[in-house]
């Protein structure tokens, strides 16, 4: 277990050694997505960023409880709690069920997640499953005297909090500031004070997504089932929050003031944010005619494009970034990052050609201590890279023979290299020729299985149990049936 890695917390503003509260588990939970419209690149950075944090945290050894949630109620157009709720909405468009919305995209977002060698966390609740967590949240909040209850919905109150702790200690939003500088909505006087946000909305008459509740017929509002959810599956303290960063306020910020109020102390020790993403520089908007989905990524199918992306081009070009840094996307960037995933891909097919010599002329030690030293450092995978490049430039030199690696040092670095960029950066061949090659192993175990046939047909059950039996050994089972055979690989 390492006691090196630094990760810095958003909410001390500095970098923090990693210590987990209960060693050698770690809480860790990262806000999903709202489920009403295909993913986007804006969806991609956090998914790879918190798996990669997700993979290095099980590679220090440690035993990760990752939840990553799903919004499919309770997050209205506008964040000031007005609007329509996001599913509800496509879903009167749709004409569908909200739930068949929610559903449908719950889907899209999972296969491009799996697209993008992106792990599933270990728990993934919805938040309309957990409605009685919430209203419990609600009543705990109510009952400590920092929300109000108005005309059946409930509200936080922002100014009581404040004078027991500090609401904007996250984003360094100062409440008198918030207060001056928000206008009045239509709608809003329930409030009040303009920063006060839902905790339980009263239903109007043609909202859809509705559940009884102590108050009214109504649905929670969004910032609650992140505190309900993380509480439930991970406790009253767990070590990490995660999140993009268009996250901090109001939303997590609200998650803090619930937690607290709820609870008298913080939830998560450690706040983790991942920078925005720009398209060309620009913000990505569906008003600017930059909103690119990753479907549409993978495709090459939309005018800004040049060219269709694979998930790995875009996986490599995300790690590329620090997470803390702001990611501009760009045909020529993605182009780069295209050649930079090649480059590292052909080196991990040259690795196994390579031929031993009797003496080392390069310390095989240094790729992994390097990469370490790297991620160690918050997570720094442009600096991991820049060590995994160097490396691929000494895998060539030792091809071309200008360098030596003795069997045991090739061996090392055949691991150390898959370990680095397979197992925790999590990037793999996706190409058309890795899918081609998987034909192919189809094919070549057709191909012995028939000359199998053949042998036994020829009486020749040495062969045919030897062909049987090796193949048992790579993990293909085979079956005799009635015409032939059936083969599976376990
Ligand atoms: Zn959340």
């Known amino acids: 277990m390492s006691s090196t890695f630094q990760l810095y917390n958003t909410l001390s503003r500095k970098k923090e050694t990693f210590e987990p509260i209960n060693p050698p588990h770690v809480g860790m939970y990262v806000c999903g997505p709202t489920v009403y419209g295909d993913p986007h690149l804006g969806h991609a950075r956090p998914a790879v960023t918190f798996d990669l944090l997700f993979r290095y945290l099980a590679y220090l050894g440690y035993k990760v409880r990752y939840v990553r949630n799903i919004t499919d109620v309770g997050h209205l157009e506008n964040d000031a709690d007005a609007g329509e709720d996001k599913i509800a909405k496509k879903a009167r468009l749709e004409q569908l069920e909200p739930m068949e919305i929610a559903q449908r995209y719950t889907n899209s977002y999972h296969n491009a997640m799996q697209r993008l060698n992106v792990l599933p966390p270990s728990i993934e609740p919805h938040a309309s499953g957990h409605i009685l967590e919430q209203i419990a949240m609600v009543t705990e909040i109510l009952k400590r005297g920092f929300a109000y209850e108005v005309n059946g919905s409930v509200y936080f109150d922002v100014e009581a909090y404040n004078k027991k702790h500090t609401y904007g200690k996250l984003s360094g939003r100062v409440l008198s500031d918030l207060m001056a500088n928000t206008r009045d909505l239509d709608g809003q006087d329930e409030k009040?004070?303009?920063?006060?946000?839902a905790l339980w909305k009263k239903a109007s008459p043609e909202h859809?997504?509705?559940?009884?509740?102590?108050?009214?017929?109504?649905?929670?509002?969004?910032?609650?089932?992140c505190s309900a959810m993380s509480t439930k599956y991970?406790?009253?303290?767990?070590?990490?929050?995660?999140?993009?960063?268009?996250?901090?306020?109001?939303?997590?910020?609200?998650?803090?003031?619930?937690?607290?109020?709820?609870?008298?102390?913080?939830?998560?020790?450690?706040?983790?944010?991942n920078n925005m993403v720009t398209i060309?520089?620009?913000?990505?908007?569906?008003?600017?005619?930059?909103f690119i989905t990753l479907e549409e990524l993978f495709t090459g199918a939309h005018r800004l494009l040049t060219q269709a992306y694979s998930p790995m081009t875009i996986r490599f070009f995300i790690l590329q970034a620090h997470y803390r840094s702001t990611l501009d996307f760009s045909n020529e960037a993605l182009q780069a990052a295209e050649k930079g995933l090649q480059r590292l891909l052909a080196a991990q097919k040259t690795l196994p050609q390579l031929k031993p010599s009797d003496k080392s002329s390069l310390d095989v030690s240094r790729l992994l201590a390097a990469c370490r030293a790297a991620l160690d450092d918050d997570l720094n995978t442009a600096m991991a890279l820049a060590a995994i490049s160097e490396w691929i430039k000494n895998i060539n030199a030792v091809k071309a023979g200008t360098e030596t690696l003795t069997a045991a040092d090739i061996e090392t670095l055949k691991s150390d290299f898959t370990l680095i960029t397979a197992d925790i950066l999590g990037?793999?061949?996706?190409?058309?020729?890795?899918?081609?090659?998987?034909?192919?192993s189809a094919e070549l175990i057709n191909l012995l299985l028939n000359l199998r046939q053949q042998a036994k047909s020829g009486k020749d059950f040495a062969t045919?149990?030897?062909?049987?039996n090796e193949l048992a050994n790579l993990g293909v089972t085979v079956k005799d049936a009635k015409d032939g055979f059936e083969w599976s690989v376990s």
Do not use: Y
Request: aromatic share 8%.
């Open 192 to 197: 009040r004070n303009p920063a006060d946000f």
């Open 208 to 225: 859809i997504m509705r559940w009884e509740s102590p108050w009214s017929v109504g649905f929670p509002g969004w910032h609650l089932e």
């Open 234 to 273: 991970l406790g009253e303290t767990f070590d990490i929050h995660g999140g993009g960063l268009d996250l901090m306020f109001p939303h997590h910020e609200c998650e803090i003031a619930q937690s607290v109020a709820a609870c008298g102390h913080d939830a998560a020790r450690m706040w983790v944010h």
């Open 280 to 290: 060309n520089a620009q913000k990505m908007g569906k008003s600017l005619g930059n």
């Open 427 to 440: 990037i793999k061949d996706d190409s058309q020729a890795a899918d081609n090659r998987q034909d192919l």
């Open 464 to 468: 045919a149990d030897k062909i049987r």
